[in-house]
Each structure stands twice: as C-alpha cells, then as structure tokens.
C-alpha cells in the first residue's frame, strides 16, 4: 500500500490516523476506510476481470497496521517486513468436494475464517429459526390430525393364546394376503376384500386388530361407528351432524389420504348408517376406488397395488335381540368371522382362551402370564388333569408356587364353564325375533371381560360355596344395569345353573308364562270390541289349560295309584270328574258360544283383527273338544257298594 501512494498523501495518511482522536472505533474507521480505497483502486487498475484481489483478505490486517505504524518507518523498512502465506496445500485428500482437485486441497485460512463467520453469524441462526418453524408446524399439525393416535399400541394385558395363533391368525392372514398383497413370485396385483369381525362385546375384536397392525407396521387408524351414528351418510366432512362425527369422517378421508400402509379399522358398524357403507364397496372389489373429500376438494382415490387393508367390526347382537345390517353386496365381497362363537372344530382352543386371558387378572397366575406359551399350556393341562406329577417347565417356579396355579386355574375351570354357558345363553336369545320368544330377552354375558372381572377375586383358599357366592355376585351387579329386567336374567342365570329353589321356580314360570301372554295379547290393547272379546276369549282359554290340567293329574293320579299293589285292606277314594260335570261345562260354553256367535260375525265386517279373533275362536273350541273329550274317557267313579269294608 506504501509502495502504491506517493509521499505527500502517505504522510497525510500518516498524519491524520496519528491525530488524537476520540475514541478507539473512530481511528478504526479511518483506517478501513484507507484501506477500502486502496482495495477499490487496486480493483480498477490492476486486477483482472472477474478475478479476485488476494489483498481483499488482509483487509483487517492491513488496517491493523496502519494503525500500529511508528513515524521511523519508510518504505524501505516496510519492504522489507518478511510476509507470511495464508495458504496451505493439503494433499493425498480422497472425495468429489468441488475445491478437491487431483486429491489437493488449497486452504486458505482468512477465507476460511471468512466463511466460518459468515456461518456462524448468518447460516446457523437462519437454521435454527428453520429448525423451530418445523417444530412449530409440527405441533399445529399433530393438534390437528393427532398422529399419535394412529401409532398402534399393543395392550399389556393381551394375551396371545393358542385360540390366536392357531385359529384367528390364519384365516385374517390369508384375507390380508388378498388386501395387501403377499412377497414373492405369487404376488397378486389385483388387491381386493373385506375383513368383517363380529362378536358381543368383550372378545377383542381391536385389541386383535390393534397387535395385528402393530406387527405388520401399519398405521392404525380407527374410526368410532357411535360417534359417526346413524345420522352419517357421505364421507364429506362438511355434511356432518356434528363435531364428533365430522372428525371421523376426516380420520376416514386422512387413511384415504395417506394410501399405503394403512389399516382403516371401522368399530361398531351396528351404529352406522348403510347407505354410509355402501361407500365402501367398490373399495373392497378389484377396481380398489372410492369417492373421498379432502381439504374441501372431492377426490377419486385409487388404492389398486397400495397397503390398504379394511377391517369392520360390530356387534350383531343389540341389546334388543335385532342384528345388526349391512349391505348385501359389501357382505358378498367381506370374510366374515364371529369371534364370540366356536369356529368349526376349535371347541378346545376356545374354551381356553378363556383361561389364558385372564392370566394377567390373577395376582397368583401373573407370574405365568409372563412365561412361554409352551409353559402356560403345560400347567393348564395340569390343571385339567388334576395331577402335579410330571410338570417339567421353563420358568424356574417354586413347587408352592405351582401348587397355588393349579390350585385357582381348577377354580377357574369352574368359573370357564359358567361364563361359557352364559354366553351361549346370551347369543342363542340375542339371535331370536321377539315374536318367537317363550321367555323374557337374556342379557347377561360370558365374554372375556366377565371372566377376568372373576378371575381377579378368585384367592387358592376359595372352597366351592364362596367361589359360587363369587360368580353370583358378579353376575347380580351386571343385572342392576337391567333395570327391570334384571329379575327374570337372574332366574334365568340360576335355572341354567340349576340352583333354583322352589318358590324361585314357581316365580321364573310365573313370569314366562305373563311373558309368552303378553306376547300374544300385543297389539291387542285398547278399548274396541274386538280387542275386549279377544281377551276375554284368551281369559277363557286360559281357564281351560287350567282345567285340562286337573283332570289330567286326576288321570295320572288313578293310574299310578291302581297300578300300586294293596298290601293292607284300606279305603281308596278314587278322584274322577262325574260326567254331570262335564256335561255342565259343555252345556254352560254352548250358550257363551251360541249368544257371542251374532255379535262375533258383526264385528267380523268391520274389524281388522277378524282373523286373529276367528283363530282364537278356532283355538278355543280345539281346546274344548279336547277337554270333552278327555272327561268322557274318564273312569266313572266307583260306587258306595263297591268301596271295599
């Protein structure tokens, strides 16, 4: 820079930086400033276009100088200053780094500190503010679709029982095969299909589906069918009813959305709506499309050759006996599997499902919960078997240890076969229509849930009495959610058990016998002629079961007593109905008969329960000739003379 300036404007330079100045920034600033214009000069005259002025990098140092120079220095002296090269050859380097040539490296230590501020004071905080926009966009967008949901989470309670593995797995498996595709040369391109799980509630139809999607790595998404209800039927947000329904119908279109691996999982259909349903359709068939809305824009979503799998679940058992509907044509294309019911022949299986699922219920059988399959099914066939003997086991387990397992899985044998009859019970009068019951709706359950809600009370010391008391006691708490119902479930429960006392027999008759009388009388209510005659009739009828049936116990008692051998000479009043009496009765329903005959046929023309009226009618007089007839084949009754002395 001496070397450029001629004499007078380098000691004017000299000069003004020497001179006082206020504070050490203003000196600074003077220096720099020498400096730039240098740097520019040198840029106009002497530097090639396009390139760049290496003095550009002692810029700092330059005017360091400056400002350190003493007045002894000439140009010679600073001439003769030795120089220092920033630059470094850094050689043998291996990569495809542009500023790598032929393996060297030239490392230039001020534009390489250059750069590094420019990173440290421009590159780094812009990455960092980049860094916490997508932090916060995240966060809005998790509030929004809440992906945490959609992670499925196996249940510490679940239990994968033989029931599982050699029933369930398999046949799911092969209809995913036809969702999802399988691995390998056989690989199908047309993917189509419905799994469709029913069953009562408690048999873990999601908590299957939830460990399924859990191990095949597929993200799980559930849609509520209560909250979509029966007031749902598009799959466009915007027609929902409510806030609830609308966020299940957008989880619907996000699965949708996201178009490979996904399990769309729909719980309790039986809630839903059919012609919501039918959307699915062309889904589950080999075109693999569907209508869907997404972000207010309709759109066709092809899923041909996509992870997709469907899955529907539902109770087909309402608490009022009806069955719950879908489409026949989504049925047609669906795998249907009732997982509250024997499959075939996995009788064996099923029945200890129940034992292997409440494992983790029992303090005394945790410990066994967390053992292999192999050992849990040794000590249940133990248990089965009554003998200790022989048990060999993986687990290292005390033989007390063992001996208190044994002790409470044969308790719970016997608490497995009452929820097992409970639950046949409750399916067999959940499947019938309400015009072919003989007895009041059954509504107490046998899924795994009642069992483990025993299971967890049953202690080693139980004996057979208190573990009684214990399964009656559960079953009384779910009856006081019957409400009025809760009388005639829990007579039902005891016939079944056959712990019925007498006047609870007589009691659980009484009330199916109101039961199948109201069942006939419905629709008959009301103050018109032909409902009161029709009652009256049925009053009649009535009275004349009650009559056939003392006659026929007269009968029997007759015969039973003839046919016992007299061993002493002793008096025997034989019971028979004098034919004088059944003449009376005969001549007493002729008049009833004769006199309702006009008023019957009047309102025969004019009534709309003419038939039901003439069939009781029919009924009646059926239930008469039987009656006349059984009195006139009556033994007469002996007379005084023959009465033995």
Known sequence: ???????????????????????????????????????????????????????????????????????????????????????????????????????????????????????????????????????????????????????????????????IDEVYLPRIGENFAKQIGTLGENQRTDRMGLLLLVSPPGYGKTTLMEYIANRLGLVFIKVNGPALSHGVTSLDPNEATNAASREEVHRINMALEMGDNVMLYLDDIQHCNVELLQKFIPLCDATRRIEGVWNCQSKTYDLRGRKFAVVMAGNPYTETGERFQ???????????????????????????????????????????????NADQRAVLQAAKRGIIDGLELECNFSADAVREMITVLTKLHRVRDVVLMMNQAYIYSAAQADDYRTEPPFKLQGSYRNMNRIAEKVVPVMNDEELQRLILTCYQQDAQTLSRDGESNLLKMRDLLGILSQEEDARWKGIKKTFVEKNRMRGLSGDDTTSQFLTSFLGIQDGLDSIRGALESATAGQRSAAAVPSVESKVIVQHAVPRVMTELIRSQFQLIYDGLRPILEGVNQQSVNSGRLNEAIRDLMTRYQALESAARNAPEPPSDDALPD
């Open 326 to 372: 879908i489409p026949d044509m989504l049925a047609n294309r669906a795998d249907v599997y009732n997982l509250g019911e024997i499959v075939g022949n996995s009788k064996d299986s099923f029945e200890q499902s129940y034992l292997e699922n409440c494992l983790t219920s029992n303090p005394v059988l945790q410990p066994l919960a967390r053992c292999s």
């Open 1 to 163: 820079m001496r070397n450029h300036m001629p004499d007078t404007r380098w000691q004017g330079l000299l000069q003004t930086i020497r001179t006082p100045l206020s504070t050490p920034e203003e000196a600074w600033s003077v220096a720099i400033k020498a400096v730039d214009a240098y740097l520019e000069y040198q840029a106009k005259h002497h530097t090639q276009p396009n390139a760049l002025d290496p003095n550009v990098d002692y810029r700092e140092e330059l005017a360091l100088a400056l400002l350190s120079l003493q007045p002894s220095y000439d140009k010679t002296e600073i001439a003769q200053t030795p120089a220092s090269s920033p630059i470094v050859i850094v050689q043998e380097l291996v990569g495809d780094h542009p500023c790598i040539v032929e393996r060297e490296l030239s490392f230039n230590y001020h534009r390489f500190m250059k750069r590094l501020r420019k990173h440290a004071k421009t590159i780094v905080p812009r990455w960092l503010d980049l860094q916490s926009a997508k932090r916060r966009l995240l966060e809005q967008a998790e509030r929004k679709i809440k992906s945490h949901e959609f992670k499925a989470k196996v249940l510490t309670s679940f239990v994968r029982n033989q029931l």
